[in-house]
C-alpha cells in the first residue's frame, strides 16, 4: 500500500505545490486520504480543482467527526471527485475544540454550502468565509448542536 500512495498523483503535485499543505496521508480501501493543514486548506483546494492533470471538480459530501474529548476534537471531511479521471479524493481538516472554525470550501466548490452549513448546525462548526452561515437542519431557537459527543442524549431543557 505504501508504493501507492508515494505515486498518488493528487499528493506528489500538492506536495510540489505546497510542501507544508499535507500533514498526513493515508490509504484505505482504495481511497486517498489527504490530512490538510488548516492553513493551507483552501489554497490546497482551489490548486486540486485547478491543476490541469487533477481536474477535482465535483465536491460529493462534507461531514464531520467529533473525537471528543481528544484535542484537536473536530475533523472536517470533504469527498472529492475527478468527473475526468474517475478519482476519488478524501480531505480532512483538524478543528479545534474550543470555538471551532474552519475555512469554507465554497469560494472554490459552490456545492459546499448546504453541507457546510448542516457540518454548522449539527456540531457547531463556524466555516470562515461561507457566504449564508447559519442553521439549515434545526430550528433557529434550537439550543446547541447534537451531533457532539457532549450533547445531551435527552437535550437541553
Excluded at 484505505?28 to 488548516?38: C, K, N, Q
Excluded at 485547478?50 to 472536517?76: C, G, I, M, W
Amino acid at each position: 500500500m505504501a508504493a501507492d500512495l508515494q505515486e498518488n498523483l493528487a499528493l506528489i503535485k500538492l506536495r510540489e505545490y505546497e510542501p507544508e499543505a499535507v500533514e498526513d496521508a493515508r490509504i484505505f480501501r482504495d481511497e486517498v486520504t489527504l490530512y490538510i493543514r488548516a492553513p493551507f486548506f483552501l489554497r490546497a483546494c482551489e490548486f486540486l480543482r485547478d491543476e490541469p492533470s487533477l481536474k477535482v471538480s465535483f465536491l460529493a459530501d462534507v461531514t464531520a467527526l467529533d473525537h471528543y474529548p481528544q484535542e484537536p476534537r473536530f475533523e472536517v471531511v470533504y469527498h472529492l471527485l475527478s468527473l475526468d479521471t474517475a478519482q476519488r479524493l478524501r480531505l480532512k481538516v483538524q478543528v479545534a475544540g474550543e470555538n471551532p472554525h474552519c475555512l469554507s470550501a465554497v469560494p472554490v466548490w459552490p456545492s459546499a454550502n448546504a453541507f457546510e452549513r448542516e457540518v454548522f448546525d449539527l456540531f457547531g462548526i463556524n466555516f470562515d468565509g461561507h457566504p449564508y452561515m447559519r442553521r439549515i437542519v434545526l430550528p433557529d431557537e434550537w439550543e446547541g448542536h447534537p451531533l457532539r459527543k457532549d450533547y445531551p442524549t435527552e437535550g437541553y431543557r
